[in-house]
């Protein structure tokens, strides 16, 4: 090899190293690192979060206890655990944020839990939805929902409506398995029978022949888990395709699969649908007003989903937690603070559990119905006070 | 038994999709050996064109199709000449890294112009439901893609054992010098049947958004499927691609029905298995790949 | 090389003996390259989790280019190798043993055979052919690691990966220091091994079948054999490299076995240059501070820009930037006039 090519390379790349070693400044900001999907098949999860949590800021103001609230957004592109650990190493170390928040996907969250508590970094997960996410670092506290906290009241409204023959399709991750799990004990606890299982992979899904399968077990009914977004919109399509509903097949899911980003995507044949979740854009209070008239300032077009909940109720515990300590956020502190914290959000009175750190919120069980011209998911009853069970 | 026809059938009109888009491929291959991993880009064209006319310009979904044929075959005649020709000589490595960069310009256009998301059609009424026959639910859509692989398999073949063209495309394939010598412009001949090709591509991407489904990364997804049934059908040969486009299909199809778990590693087994066990393809002229 | 007899050094060899041993001996630059790498440890201490990675990179950028560059082996599933030794070295550290170096050689046995056994299919057949297999057993592995959740964990990654101190006494810290010393220790003594073999006249004999051969046949040279050891030692390193970045990261993910990454990694060793050894590094810093920088302004524009990058390059640049900076070195010589 040769000395001036040698020499000029290392020059090169010197030279671009030091670009990108930008210095930040501390002091009279609290950041809030940000990490979510913002592009690629997911990238509606990050566009829920960051929109809501922004709706929060714009309310409220971007103020909090003397010190200015600043947002730092960084891309983990989809379940990308690796990245997102590497992006929160560098939130951490070069950006200094205070707070580490965001996660629409569960295994972005597992891979990060380590790192915040070796940094001692509150972090708040205001999307992914596996229970044990919460348990896998006492620096994490959750404001979104679980899986296993929305599917049990499912088990029990599916029951109580004389259904008996269930067959289950859940996507083959985290919050899917929780899913299935939770649904089969507390389904044949009451004594119903789950007939088959199947679990869809999560990266190339193609739902044709697993929604054939299950039209040829003729259930009663088919529960259904899968993402928010894309996958709930394949899902559909091969459902209404493959003519389920004409052959008596009832559809009961937990509200991603109908929920109110992608549910007028989803046309008529998503009227009936009975599902269980813990927001509905049409859920009748002063803060849900409130919500989506600051979501509606920002984005005007999109309707906002329990993702978008998610970040602006992240947003205001972090208001909280900044407000009792006057700016200063320790993580050891914060963590105290959020800790039995209650509020009442736009989807109804939600507490952080004092011991688990996870979410107690009401679930409420919905059709999706035509509401003038538009399709909503309308709430008709509630489970008060869900605990995620199993802890 | 009858589901069992029911996922044959499935696997049959998936399987002339494949069809569909893969034959440009082929007979690129086999024409002038040249690797392109971009093929996809040109059914990503004629799917994206058909979603954008239907919603913007509120053509019929039959009235498209041709349209996706068409300007497929015009982007593939402006590739071939900008981008593809300078490399016919060049080594296989500079072929795949042109196509490849193509593919990911591909992508980032598509993302830019639509966003990430699938895309959707709404089939025409005539085409949607099911039809109970013997006893097995067939789609109206996917008979309506079966029919339309027999009619085009069958043009393609008396194109290419009856007319003149025909014969001047397998002269070129199986003995490119000597079809030059003859005086047969090998050139001329090899861009038509490229645009050709390219088209019938853009037609197969355009049938197949509900059933392949659309999005940006159209291309990467079903590389490896196009590569496949060309590579094993034996590239440059029409009857044999169609041969290996439908067992892939069947097989993809089957596999997920009755061993969900497994799903594609099955595929995969059998690309590398079937490319160890036929060196020519399963009716494939010329040397070994 | 060292050891030949006097008595064989006749005048007509002589030039070219010398010329030989020209090249073996450690360039200026060369040391000026590596110290500059320890360098970046006192230099940039807050970004060394993305420095251990662009090194991690490099090194598995330099393992494709033995067999792309010095034996023309075209391959589109390299990631596999990637994989097979970030999973084995992820697995036995989760199932008890936390020493990294036990990892490391794990890793390389792994992937090693992996290599060896792949090695019989990829080297039958064409250009096209080994394309598909190479493509074929990349996607193969991944959709296995894919479906083994209860093994590999699946989407969600492989959880409970716990390295212990190297040697008992270097704990891998929370910013990354002993990790990119340890890295660059790892990449310095496996670039070391690889620089003798490529500049002995083994490495010489893998360039000639490369470019010529049937002359190389005709020489003596064992082509299948030299192109299956080769095959087998860059999927040794390609292992270790994976393994590395399951140790430092603790965590093994389902992208290490991806098309992505064999794609990218295909990418970098083009734009760095082939056979140089160094290309794979230089490739792996450009690329990967590039993507850091433009993806984060938005993901699109990265792909974009790096498609026609792609284009351009193949339609008109031939060697790299490796190339290029030889090109430019070559002017400056003629113009100085220095030998």
């Known amino acids: 090899m040769n000395a001036i090519a040698r020499c000029a390379a290392a020059i090169v790349a010197v030279a671009l190293g030091i670009a990108c070693n930008l210095a930040s400044a501390a002091g009279d900001t609290i950041k809030v690192g940000v990490l979510a999907e913002m592009s690629g098949t997911f990238a509606s999860f990050g566009q829920q979060i960051t929109t809501g949590a922004k709706a929060f800021m714009k309310r409220n103001g971007d103020t909090v206890a003397g010190k200015k609230v600043e947002l730092i957004i960084r891309d983990t592109t989809g379940p990308a655990p690796d990245v997102a650990k590497r992006l929160a190493q560098e939130l951490i170390v070069q950006d200094d944020v205070d707070f580490i928040v965001g996660f629409g996907l569960t295994p972005n969250a597992l891979a990060v839990a380590p790192i915040v508590t070796e940094a001692k970094k509150p972090t708040i997960i205001m999307n992914a939805a596996t229970s044990i996410i919460t348990t896998k670092s006492p620096y994490i506290a959750r404001v979104s929902f679980t899986l296993a906290q929305v599917t049990e009241p499912m088990a029990h409204w599916a029951y109580k409506d004389g259904l008996r023959k269930v067959y289950t399709a859940v996507a083959d991750y985290g919050p899917g398995n929780d899913a299935e799990l939770t649904f089969k004990n507390a389904f044949t606890k009451l004594g119903g029978e789950i007939v088959g299982s199947v679990r869809i992979p999560l990266k190339n899904p193609e739902f044709g022949p697993f929604v054939q399968r299950i039209k040829d077990a003729k259930p009663q009914a088919l529960f259904v888990f899968v993402p928010a977004g894309e996958l709930a919109i394949g899902f559909m399509k091969a459902y209404t395709e493959r003519g389920l509903a004409s052959a008596g097949i009832k559809l009961i899911t937990t509200g991603d699969v109908v929920d109110d980003g992608v549910i007028e995507a989803l046309g008529d044949d998503v009227l009936g649908v009975i599902s269980t979740h813990h927001y509905s854009v049409a859920h009748d209070s002063p803060e849900n007003a409130a919500f989506l008239a600051s979501y509606a300032q920002i984005n005007s077009t999109q309707r906002p989903n329990f993702m978008a909940v998610g970040g602006y109720d992240g947003m205001a515990a972090i208001y909280e937690v900044a407000r009792k300590l006057n700016g200063n956020i320790d993580g050891d502190k914060a963590m105290q603070v959020l800790r039995g914290m209650k509020w009442t959000s736009p989807r109804g009175p939600i507490q952080i559990d004092a011991d688990t750190r996870d979410i107690v919120q009401n679930v409420y069980v919905r059709e999706a119905k035509k509401v003038g011209a538009k399709v909503y998911n309308v709430e008709f009853e509630t489970f008060p006070a869900v605990k995620d069970p199993g802890k | ?289 | 090389m060292r050891g030949v007899a006097a008595e064989r050094l006749t005048p007509s060899v002589m030039p070219h003996w010398q010329a030989l041993r020209r090249r073996e001996r450690w360039r200026p630059a060369e040391i000026a390259f590596w110290l500059g790498l320890a360098a970046v440890f006192f230099v940039f201490p807050k970004h060394l989790v993305f420095a251990s990675q662009v090194l991690i990179t490099g090194l598995f950028a330099m393992s494709l280019d033995l067999i792309l560059g010095y034996a023309g082996i075209v391959t589109l599933g390299h990631a596999a190798f990637f994989g097979l030794g970030a999973y084995s070295a992820g697995l036995l550290a989760k199932y008890g043993v936390h020493e990294p170096l036990a990892g490391l050689l794990a890793a390389a046995a792994t992937a090693g055979l992996g290599g060896y056994l792949s090695s019989f299919l990829v080297l039958r057949g064409g250009d096209l052919a080994r394309l598909m297999i190479t493509l074929g057993i990349g996607l193969l592995l991944f959709e296995l690691a894919n479906q083994a959740t209860a093994l590999t964990g699946g989407v969600d990654g492989l959880q409970g990966v716990e390295i212990g101190p190297i040697f008992g006494l270097f704990h891998f810290d929370f910013l990354g220091k002993v990790a990119y010393l340890y890295v660059l220790a790892v990449s310095f003594t496996l670039f070391v091994l690889v620089r003798a073999l490529m500049m002995s006249p083994y490495g010489l004999s893998l360039r000639g079948i490369r470019d010529n051969p049937r002359r190389a046949v005709a020489i003596g040279v064992p082509i299948r054999a030299r192109l299956t050891n080769i095959y087998t030692f860059a999927a040794m390193i390609a292992g270790v490299a994976g393994a590395l970045l399951a140790q430092t990261t603790q965590f093994v993910a389902l992208d290490v076995l991806s098309f992505q990454r064999s794609a990218d990694l295909l990418i970098i060793v083009i734009i760095g240059g082939t056979a140089t050894l160094y290309g794979g590094f230089i490739g792996a810093a450009l690329f990967l501070i590039a993507q850091d920088r433009l993806a984060n302004l938005s993901p699109e524009y990265w792909l974009f820009w790096l498609g026609i990058l792609l284009i351009i390059t193949t339609l008109f640049l031939d060697a790299g930037v490796m190339g290029g900076l030889l090109r430019i070195e070559t002017l400056v010589r003629r113009r100085f006039g220095i030998r």
């Open chain 2, 1 to 289: 038994m009858l589901s069992l026809l029911g996922v044959l059938f499935d696997g049959l009109a998936y399987g002339a999709l494949l069809f569909l888009i893969s034959v440009g491929l082929s007979v690129t291959l086999g024409l002038m050996g040249f690797i392109n991993l971009s093929h996809g880009v040109f059914a990503m064209l004629g799917g994206y064109l058909l979603v954008t006319l239907m919603q913007y310009a509120g053509l019929s979904f039959v009235a498209c199709l041709p349209l996706a044929f068409v300007a497929s075959a015009l982007l593939s005649l402006a590739l071939e000449r900008a981008l593809y020709r300078p490399l016919y000589r060049s080594s296989h490595l500079k072929q795949v890294l042109l196509t490849v960069g193509i593919i990911f310009v591909a992508i980032a256009c598509a993302t830019y112009f639509w966003g990430p998301g699938q895309q959707r059609v709404a089939l025409p009424d005539a085409l949607r439901g099911q039809i109970s026959a013997a006893g097995v639910d067939l789609s109206w859509y996917r008979l309506f893609l079966v029919a339309a692989g027999a009619i085009i398999t069958l043009a393609l073949v008396f194109g290419l054992e009856r007319t003149r063209f025909g014969a001047r495309v397998r002269a070129s394939v199986d003995a490119h010098r000597t079809a030059e010598a003859m005086g047969i412009h090998v050139d001329r001949v090899f861009q038509i049947t490229f645009a050709i090709g390219s088209g019938l591509a853009g037609l197969g991407g355009a049938l197949g958004v509900n059933v392949l489904g659309l999005d940006p990364y159209f291309a990467l997804k079903y590389l490896a499927y196009f590569l496949l049934v060309v590579v094993v059908g034996g590239p440059g040969s029409i009857m044999g691609t169609l041969l290996a486009a439908l067992l892939l299909g069947i097989a993809d199809t089957t596999a997920k029905y009755y061993v969900p778990e497994v799903g594609p590693f099955v595929i995969y087994l059998a690309m590398v298995v079937l490319l160890l066990a036929f060196p020519h393809g399963l009716l494939g002229r010329g040397k070994a790949l």
